[in-house]
């Protein structure tokens, strides 16, 4: 079965650092680009971060840049989404996603919540 | 980057044909045949079930059906069920690695 489940969420404070993760199994990770969307409470779907499939090419979001990175490992089959100086506003699930190209995202995980509040 | 636009809300009748609009810009979905649709269960992750303006991933009903006119591509949800009550995304491709995604539109079954 096709599957990714993500790790990592919690309640941090502001300015403090969290790193996420995203265990792939069922498909052959290493040929396929990845990447993270978020959904903050009640609100819609923004596209977060991608990373292409040997790792060369990362893309970001202009309000996480500086501040995330999107690393992988493909021999643990592995997404990763490192975040510092966290703010209020990155309040949201976390959701990894296989992306097939041109951001078609045929694959998610359930999410992961991320809260940062005092 | 400015989000798509989506209506927040859209309803039928069980049976009857829904169609949900996207709008975007000519340098997103009137520039690339690169648009997909979501659909959100409450509480689930989204899933795909549309692509490249009208294509179904292999699984999803033949109710469901995309097209694109200018920059405003639309879903069309044929033969509504109780099960198609949920939230839908939009995205679109927008040159140099950028993506936009719609606000989503909730669809009630009535």
């Known amino acids: 079965e096709v599957q990714l489940v993500e790790s990592g969420g919690g309640l941090v404070q502001p300015g403090g650092s969290l790193r996420l993760s995203c265990a792939a199994s069922g498909f052959t990770f290493s040929n396929y680009w990845m990447g993270w969307v978020r959904q903050a409470p009640g609100k819609g779907l923004e596209w977060v971060a991608n990373i292409k499939e040997d790792g060369t090419e990362k893309n970001y979001v202009d309000s996480v840049k500086g501040r995330f990175t999107i690393s992988r490992d493909n021999a643990k089959k592995s997404l990763y989404l490192q975040m510092n100086s966290l703010r209020a506003e990155d309040t949201a699930v976390y959701y990894c996603?296989?992306?097939?190209?041109?951001?078609?995202?045929?694959?998610w995980g359930q999410g992961t919540m991320v809260t940062v509040s005092s | 980057q400015s989000a798509l636009t989506q209506p927040p809300s859209a309803s039928g009748s069980p049976g009857q044909s829904v169609t949900i609009s996207c709008t975007g810009t000519s340098s997103d979905v009137g520039a690339y045949n690169y648009v997909s649709w979501y659909q959100q269960h409450p509480g689930k992750a989204p899933k795909l079930m549309i692509y490249?303006?009208?294509k179904r991933p292999s699984g999803v009903p033949d109710r469901f059906s995309g097209s694109k006119s200018g920059n405003t591509a639309s879903l069309t949800v044929s033969g509504l069920q109780a099960e198609d009550e949920a939230d839908y995304y939009c995205?679109?491709?927008?040159?140099?690695?950028?993506?936009?995604f719609g606000g989503g539109t909730k669809l009630t079954v009535l």
């Open positions: 996603a296989r992306d097939l190209g041109w951001y078609v995202l045929d694959i």
């Open positions: 995205n679109s491709f927008a040159g140099s690695n950028n993506v936009v």
């Open positions: 490249g303006v009208s």
